[in-house]
């Protein structure tokens, strides 16, 4: 199954940073269909929104490069995700 990375805002409140300022969030998600136009596009961000309260111009869908500079994982490795879910 294909990952969408997207981005929460600061403005949504949901991060903070090492001074207390608000920051973004970052994340992903598996999905069973890819996300490949503008109208899926549209319709994640719906969903999530209605998913985590916020409002859906808090949240952008982003490529997996922005995702991987912006998080401090250093076990992000998708195929490594079913093998631990399966332990």
Request: overall charge neutral; glycine content about 0%; cysteine-free.
């Given at each position: 199954m294909p990952y969408v990375y997207f981005r929460v805002s600061e403005q949504a409140k949901w991060g903070v940073d090492e001074n207390g300022n608000?920051?973004?969030v970052y994340?992903?998600?598996k999905i069973n269909q890819p996300v490949d136009t503008a109208e899926k596009v549209e319709?994640?961000?719906?969903l999530l929104a209605n998913v985590m309260?916020?409002?859906k111009?808090?949240?952008t869908v982003i490529s997996k490069e922005?995702?991987?500079?912006n998080v401090d994982d250093d076990a992000e490795d998708e195929e490594g995700d079913e093998e631990c879910r399966n332990r």
């Open positions: 608000y920051a973004p994340s992903k998600i319709a994640l961000r719906e309260h916020t409002k111009e808090y949240i922005e995702y991987m500079q």
